[in-house]
């Protein structure tokens, strides 16, 4: 088993900033692929960037490339997710996820079996 509790979500202006973390617990990481994922009012959840815990290998959405960036500490047992240029569709619960497999599937939900709570993310226009 693995427990994720994400924190840093909340209320921003657009072109602001925020940095989400995620921190685990139970199984070492070591082979595992850590993600975030975000879910937005009346739509599907969707990824947004995901991480190897090893080897540190990233791979985000289109939609957040060049503004958002994933990262791990390994000591802390931690990934972050930091969003720069925030803008309103940015707007959504966040998700923190840890699965595995080969990486054509790390974009997608069914890969990942841990999941956190959640933390809500709002950008103001």
């Known amino acids: 088993q693995v427990q994720l509790v994400e924190s840093g979500g909340g209320l921003v202006q657009a072109g602001g900033s925020l940095r989400l973390s995620c921190a685990a617990s139970?199984?070492?990481?070591?082979?595992?692929?850590m993600g975030w994922f975000r879910q937005a009012p009346g739509k599907e959840r969707e990824f947004v960037a995901t991480?190897?815990?090893?080897?540190?290998?990233?791979y985000y959405a289109d939609s957040v490339k060049g503004r958002f960036t994933i990262s791990r500490d390994k000591a802390k047992n931690t990934v972050y997710l930091q969003m720069n240029s925030l803008k309103p569709e940015d707007t959504a619960v966040y998700y923190c996820?840890?699965?595995?497999?080969?990486?054509?599937?790390?974009?997608?939900?069914?890969?990942?079996?841990?999941w956190g709570q959640g933390t809500q993310v709002t950008v103001s226009s």
């Open positions: 139970g199984r070492t990481l070591s082979s595992y692929v």
């Open positions: 991480i190897s815990w090893s080897g540190g290998i990233t």
């Open positions: 996820a840890a699965g595995g497999g080969p990486p054509v599937g790390w974009g997608r939900i069914s890969t990942y079996a841990y």
